[in-house]
């Protein structure tokens, strides 16, 4: 059964922060909402599973990337503050979303076309953002986007980020664990290395989703998942809601290309082809 959140905190603190509420738990550990009682300020406290880093390089590989990510301040990415290890376990310390995620927004609000544009275009400029600075989120989906109470869009989530670490498609239980199989890259399925671009196909499925309110492959298992990923092509997205404009709909179908060449080069080019569906003809 499917647990409710936010909740009551299992623990009074972690390290220094005080904590009282649960506001989620997947598969690479629990979100917590904090005080830093140093400065008064509420914070987002992740506490990572005991098991999630697979040895000391993964480890420190996502510290360096934590460190990296403290000199970064965009308004549509979450802000890191630090990454902390000891007795309390791995924990990484970002800026508090008072708002619901894109998978709560997707379950709950009515359908509405502008809107949803917008969001995207939101999306697109974090996302441009994080790649400008040469990182790869690596997981991108609608409970790593978050809104605050005024509607702004926040990429959250950066676990993966700066991972080096190809799984196999065979290993199923680690592509899991490491990615979210609905929205992963067919290049990460190859075992080739994950780069902005797989990102852009993560985006792709996310906007099938948001303007379809369908999944791009509906299969019963993880296999079937990955080899439609690798194989198969999705219905266009006119043909599941004929509602979306057609050029938008071309959109979606060339961010989900097989081949990284075939997609977008950057988001840049997604918000510009975006901005085009609007502009009248003359």
């Known amino acids: 059964m499917e647990q409710e959140f936010p909740r009551k905190a299992d623990r009074p603190s972690i390290y220094q922060y005080r904590v009282d509420i649960m506001l ?25 599973r005991a098991n999630f880093f697979r040895n000391k390089l993964h480890m420190k590989d996502l510290q360096r990337t934590a460190n990296k990510f403290r000199k970064l301040s965009y308004p549509n990415v979450v802000k890191i503050y630090e990454f902390v290890s000891g007795a309390d376990g791995e ?14 927004y997707l379950a709950n609000r009515e359908y509405n076309l502008q809107e949803r544009m917008l969001i995207t275009t ?6 441009g953002y994080i790649h400008e600075k040469n ?34 498609v065979f290993d199923s239980k680690a592509m899991q664990e490491q990615f979210t199989p609905m929205y992963v890259a067919p290049e990460i399925i190859r075992k ?15 906007m099938y989703l948001m303007f379809t309110e369908k999944v791009p492959f ?15 092509e999705p219905i266009h997205p006119n043909v599941v809601n004929p509602l979306i404009p057609l050029k ?12 990284p060449k075939d997609r977008y080069p950057d988001c840049d080019s997604v918000r510009i082809a975006m901005a085009e569906l609007g502009r009248p003809r003359i």
Request: contains cysteine.
């Open 24 to 48: 989620g738990m997947g598969g690479t550990g629990t979100v917590y909402r904090g005080m830093d009682p140093k400065t008064g300020n509420i914070v987002a406290v992740k506490l990572f």
């Open 91 to 104: 924990v990484l310390v970002l800026e508090y979303v008072d708002g619901p995620d894109l998978k709560w």
């Open 122 to 127: 939101q999306i697109c400029n974090g996302l």
């Open 135 to 168: 990182f790869t989120h690596h997981d991108l989906k609608p409970a790593n986007i978050l809104f605050t109470r005024k509607g702004q869009v926040k990429i959250c989530d950066f676990s993966l980020c700066g991972s080096s670490y190809i799984l196999s």
């Open 192 to 206: 080739e290395k994950a780069t902005h671009l797989s990102d852009l196909y993560s985006l792709g499925v996310m």
């Open 218 to 232: 509906e299969v019963d298992n993880f296999q079937r998942l990955y080899m439609s990923h690798l194989t198969v």
């Open 248 to 259: 938008l709909g071309d959109i979606i179908m060339k961010l989900l290309e097989k081949d």
